[in-house]
């Protein structure tokens, strides 16, 4: 029954780490579509989308499997619980990649102001994040996962500012209208991705050392807050 078990949390991780892959893969295309400004790339991110689906699907029906027929517990439970969440932390990524992409379509035209408003900047950190959380996820990894977790900071902060210039160069130049308003959508897609991979990070943590660390920030502001 361990034997059987074993194999069992192997495959289960091994299906994982290939749809993390194929994430990993959607995003590195979205963003350099956003780089580039080559919209062909963009193609490829939508094709891949419903072979995540399917992992999605799979690693949720291997996770159900696994609860009923081993009843596992401590460590053992603690991976399933993760997985189940990183697997749709990981969905969303993807879903995240392909509205990117389709945004990246429609304001391929404008690449000059793609890289005056630091969109880029905000998104090469964000796919850095995803790649970060993954690796830290394939290699049990906490420093690289506290890592991702102190990173969202830097995201947060540039979707303000890159928020600000947007509607400051819609107000004076009304040609842009349009341009900015994908360009405010794509801002918090990226938000979004940098959230995800914060999530799967906080998911690992949890795996590995019992601890719950996700809105820690939030909640010790706010107990600080009630105590003053």
């Not at 690796?135 to 979707?159: G, R, Y």
């Amino acid at each position: 029954m361990q034997e059987r078990f074993t194999q069992e949390i192997e495959s289960l991780k091994t299906n994982l780490i290939k749809m993390a892959s194929i994430v990993d893969e959607q995003a590195e295309r979205a963003f350099k579509a956003l780089e580039t400004g080559d919209v062909e790339l963009c193609r490829g991110v939508k094709a891949k989308d419903l072979e995540i689906d399917a992992y999605d699907n799979l690693i949720q029906t291997q996770c159900e499997n696994i609860l009923a027929l081993f009843q596992p517990f401590a460590i053992d439970l603690r991976f399933i619980i993760s997985a189940l969440m990183i697997n749709n932390q990981l969905e969303r990524c993807g879903d995240i990649a392909v509205n990117i992409a389709q945004r990246v379509r429609k304001t391929g035209g404008n690449h000059p102001l793609i890289l005056e408003s630091e969109i880029l900047d905000m998104g090469l950190q964000a796919k850095e994040m995803l790649k970060n959380a993954i690796d830290s996820f394939i290699h049990n990894n906490i420093e690289l996962a506290n890592h991702v977790i102190a990173s969202d900071e830097n995201v947060d902060k540039l979707n303000k500012q890159i928020f600000k210039f947007l509607i400051a160069k819609m107000q004076a130049e009304p040609e842009l209208i349009e341009t900015c308003a994908h360009l405010i959508v794509m801002t918090r897609q990226i938000e979004r991705l940098a959230d995800h991979a914060t999530n799967i990070a906080e998911n690992l943590v949890f795996y590995v050392e019992a601890k719950i660390v996700a809105h820690k920030k939030k909640l010790d502001k706010q107990r600080k807050s009630e105590e003053t």
